[in-house]
């Protein structure tokens, strides 16, 4: 990590799932990595593998529904690196459970999950940007789903027009929120050199889905790892899965 002209990256959520196989392959492309993570113990182990494996990647704790740990992360990035060219916000929950109504959904659940899913997004974006501004060409990719896709749960044809995936209104919702947040910001920059996008991964195998899926978890990462990637060229503020456009 001591080469300071490579690009760095910092994925929030990275010790498993989408969010590690990200930081993994951004590594391999030669990206400088910030593993975060809320657990000390899980990231260090989780950057620990991917060293092991020869990759440039340093664990970093960050709660994102922490506002002391994300200033503390900001703060520490700032003085070891002095800026960020990517941001992958990742970390996200689903606590929902499958099967209830969407109205029977306590609303405890819709504050757990708008606090990690849209309000951690928000304040990380928002503690790193003056990095991002420091950098010649920042990234900011947001891990969305095809559940905040309104267009698509009002499809009748579409898959998420079934009792199991209404019966996450509050992540989906959230979602449906972070694809605003994205288009607002990415308006706010639209004359600087950082590009803001949303992603849908893919239906994957993690933990998230208790296992289920369509993909294995490496091709679930190649979206966002693509947007975190895009060059001067690419676009902002847009919504997408494997490079075809997500409808809103
Ligand atoms: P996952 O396996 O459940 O992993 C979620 C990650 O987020 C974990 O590392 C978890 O850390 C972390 N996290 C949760 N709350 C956090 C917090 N407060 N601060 C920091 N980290 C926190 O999920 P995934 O399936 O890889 O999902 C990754 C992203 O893709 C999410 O944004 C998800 O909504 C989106 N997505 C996934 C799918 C899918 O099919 N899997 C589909 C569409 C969108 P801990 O280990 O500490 O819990």
């Keep these: 990590m001591s080469d300071q002209t490579s690009r760095l990256a910092l994925v929030t959520g ?31 182990a989780a950057a620990g593998e991917l060293r092991g494996a020869g990759l440039a990647v340093r664990p970093l704790v960050l709660d994102v529904t922490d506002a002391d740990s994300i200033r503390e992360a900001a703060a520490e990035v700032e003085r070891t690196y002095g800026r960020l060219d990517i941001l992958v916000n990742n970390a996200a929950i689903r606590v929902e459970e499958y099967g209830r109504k969407p109205s029977q959904q306590p609303l405890a659940q819709w504050r757990e999950t708008f606090d990690t899913n849209l309000f951690g997004v928000v304040e990380v974006t928002r503690a790193f940007l003056p990095l991002l501004l420091r950098s010649p060409a920042g990234r900011v990719v ?3 789903s095809l559940l905040g896709s309104i ?59 208790d296992g289920e899926g369509e993909l294995e978890i490496p091709d679930g990462a190649r979206t966002g790892v693509a947007m975190a990637l895009l060059d001067d060229d690419g676009p902002t503020g847009t919504y997408t899965h494997r490079g075809e456009t997500v409808p809103w």
């Design 14 to 44: 990275a010790n498993r799932g989408i969010g590690y196989e990200t930081a993994r392959q951004l590594a391999a492309e030669g990206v400088r990595v910030l593993l975060a993570g809320r657990d000390r113990e899980a990231v260090a």
């Design 142 to 144: 947001n891990l969305s």
């Design 151 to 209: 267009g698509t749960h009002g499809n009748p044809d579409s898959y998420a027009y079934s009792d199991m995936f209404k019966s996450l209104p509050a992540y989906s919702a959230s979602k449906s929120a972070v694809n605003s947040w994205t288009v607002h910001l990415a308006y706010e920059l639209r004359d600087t050199p950082v590009k803001v996008n949303a992603v849908h991964p893919g239906y994957t195998r993690t933990g998230m889905n």
